[in-house]
Structure formats: C-alpha cells, structure tokens
C-alpha cells in the first residue's frame, strides 16, 4: 500500500470492495448507492467490475430508480470492455441472480459464440449441483434456444430431469429444433411418465413432433397422450394436424 493508498481507503481493488456494502444497501438514501456506484465506474480494476455486478442482484423501490440504476451500472460495466469479460463470466457462473444481465454485457462484449460457450459452462455447471430456484436455468435454456451449435443439447439434455416444470418446458424448446438423437428416449420417458404434468406432456409432444423422431415403438404409450393438435401419422412420427 502506498503512502496514497492510506489517505484515500486503500489500493484499488480494496477500495472496491469496500464500496460493496453501499452498493447493495437497499434502504436509505439512495445517493450514498448512487455515489458508490459512480465511484466503482471511474476504477480500472476487475473487483470494480465484480462489485458493480452486484447492483444487479438487488431490487430497490421506486422501482423506477432500480432501472435507472442497472442500466447507468450496466453502461459502466461495458465502459471496461474486455477487462470486464472475466468478472462478469465469473459472476454467471457463481451468482443465481441477475442471469439476464450477465448474458446481456457478455452480448455486447464479445462473440455470440462466446456467448454460447459462457452459457453452456453455466448449464454444466447448474445439471452438476443442486439449486433452489429455477429462474437462472430457465435464462441460460431461452438463450440458448434456436441457436445451432453442437455444445449446446449435450448441455441441455440433463435438465429433463430437472425437478422444476418450468426448467423441463425450457430444456424440451431448447432441444426441439436441433433433433439430437440422444435425446429421443429422454423426451419419451419424459411424456410417459405418470408423474409428469400435463403442460410437461404437451411441451414433449411438441418436441417430438418438431425433432421428427419416430415413436413407433411406443405408440401404445403415446397415442392415449395425445392432445390436439397432435396426431400419430402412419410412420409413428407425431405431427400437427392442419
């Protein structure tokens, strides 16, 4: 620490992280968190990065104020360019919340294919330990749907087991479109079940239909699900009646 250092709080990176407490403060006056914030965005350090990060984590009232907020911290963040990439995957990959932003600076930093990369680390990560909410899953699923990339349904195949309807749902659109053979047997596992639900059923029947996999071999299981407009045709591929 440099003679500097002790007039001003400490070296950069400390004093980032001493900011942490009033970024995230919820309560009181919010020129003290908007005062911080500022501050965070005139260092040239990761930690300034990593603690601007955490404004997103939080909601604050007006509600009018907490979108302010976030947008002058996200035009921060992407003022460090690609200084700001490893906080900011770091952060996908460790904080549940504020999933969408992360996606959204990464979008404006670096490749969609990077993007994509970023996210199926995130979605190995999430099928590998357990979390309470879904919502970061459901995120990363969206994002990666329609996209064409061969890392993505090995990624994805996992959360057809996910415990959360929603997180099933997103993964069966997610895998819909990129016929993914090894995903033929999950997803008629899936809609078989006696336990599935029938918004799960329905978005299976979707995915079939749309993967083109033949259910011939268990026609006998399938045709009692069928709801419309879904229909067996004569090969044991579900189709959308016209």
């Given at each position: 620490?440099?003679?500097?250092?002790?007039?001003?709080g400490g070296?950069?990176?400390?004093k980032?992280?001493?900011l942490?407490p009033?970024?995230?403060?919820?309560y009181?006056?919010?020129a003290?968190?908007?005062?911080a914030i500022q501050q965070?965005?005139?260092m040239?350090?990761?930690?300034?990065?990593s603690?601007?990060l955490a404004?997103f984590?939080i909601?604050v009232?007006p509600l009018?104020?907490d979108?302010d907020?976030?947008e002058h911290?996200?035009?921060l963040?992407?003022?460090f360019?690609k200084?700001?990439?490893p906080?900011?995957?770091?952060f996908?990959?460790?904080?549940?919340p504020?999933?969408?932003w992360a996606l959204r600076?990464?979008?404006?930093l670096v490749?969609?294919?990077?993007v994509?990369?970023?996210?199926?680390n995130?979605?190995?990560h999430?099928?590998?330990h357990?979390?309470?909410?879904?919502?970061?899953k459901?995120?990363?699923?969206?994002?990666?749907t329609?996209?064409e990339d061969?890392?993505?349904a090995?990624?994805?195949?996992?959360f057809?087991?996910?415990?959360s309807d929603?997180v099933k749902i997103?993964a069966?659109?997610?895998?819909?479109?990129?016929?993914?053979?090894?995903a033929?047997?999950?997803?008629l596992?899936?809609?078989?079940a006696?336990?599935?639900g029938?918004r799960v059923q329905t978005?299976?029947l979707?995915?079939l239909?749309?993967?083109?996999f033949?259910?011939a071999?268990?026609r006998n299981?399938v045709?009692?699900?069928?709801?419309?407009p879904?229909?067996l045709?004569?090969d044991?591929?579900?189709?959308?009646?016209?």
């Amino acid at each position: 620490m440099g003679l500097l250092d002790i007039f001003t709080g400490g070296s950069g990176p400390e004093k980032a992280l001493k900011l942490k407490p009033k970024v995230t403060q919820k309560y009181g006056d919010p020129a003290t968190r908007q005062k911080a914030i500022q501050q965070l965005g005139e260092m040239k350090h990761p930690e300034a990065v990593s603690v601007l990060l955490a404004r997103f984590t939080i909601t604050v009232d007006p509600l009018t104020t907490d979108a302010d907020e976030k947008e002058h911290t996200f035009e921060l963040v992407k003022s460090f360019g690609k200084d700001a990439v490893p906080p900011i995957v770091e952060f996908l990959s460790k904080t549940e919340p504020a999933t969408s932003w992360a996606l959204r600076l990464l979008g404006e930093l670096v490749s969609e294919d990077e993007v994509t990369g970023a996210c199926v680390n995130a979605l190995q990560h999430l099928s590998a330990h357990y979390t309470k909410n879904p919502e970061k899953k459901v995120v990363l699923l969206h994002h990666v749907t329609g996209r064409e990339d061969a890392r993505i349904a090995p990624a994805v195949l996992p959360f057809l087991e996910d415990m959360s309807d929603d997180v099933k749902i997103a993964a069966l659109k997610a895998l819909a479109s990129l016929k993914y053979e090894p995903a033929r047997e999950p997803m008629l596992k899936l809609l078989t079940a006696e336990e599935t639900g029938r918004r799960v059923q329905t978005s299976a029947l979707s995915a079939l239909a749309d993967s083109g996999f033949s259910v011939a071999d268990k026609r006998n299981q399938v045709e009692p699900l069928l709801v419309e407009p879904f229909v067996l045709d004569k090969d044991g591929r579900i189709q959308r009646r016209a």
